[in-house]
């Protein structure tokens, strides 16, 4: 390493527009699926780098349950009998609550499971929504 990045990284290598290069004569594990950390492993050289292990499908690591439930919008009104608003020349008075992003169940920690992710790792909270409404006709 030079001045914390690698040679390669500073000659032109990833971001010096000649990735192609940081893949060619690279030293891969001969069973792509060995353990990488064990000092058994054989590694050969070739075309292609090693760029990390290839995940088994049928294991399910660093995979999680992202299901979810959510509540995405509710709006609950109240309109009052007209009778009652009779004799104060009112012909309707209604009353609502309503909101968006109300509730969201899941077994996902800090991540909300319909939010992009982002590259930068900027991931702003869904914002929640209320609303009181308050009409009345004469």
Known sequence: MVN?????????????????????DRWHP?????????????????????????????????VQDASFVRLKSLEIGYSIPPNLLSRANIKDVRISLSGYNILTFT?????????????????????KTYNLNFGITF
């Open 4 to 24: 914390g990045a690698y040679p390669e990284v500073l000659l032109g290598g990833l971001y010096g527009g000649a990735g192609l290069e940081h893949f060619m």
């Open 107 to 127: 077994k996902l920690r800090y991540v909300d499971p319909e939010h992009p992710s982002s590259q930068f790792g900027y991931l702003y909270p869904m914002n």
């Open 30 to 62: 001969v069973d792509p699926n060995a353990d990488v950390f064990n000092p058994a492993t054989q590694w050969v050289p070739g075309h292609y780098a090693y760029t990390g292990r290839v995940a088994n499908i049928n294991t399910g690591h660093g």
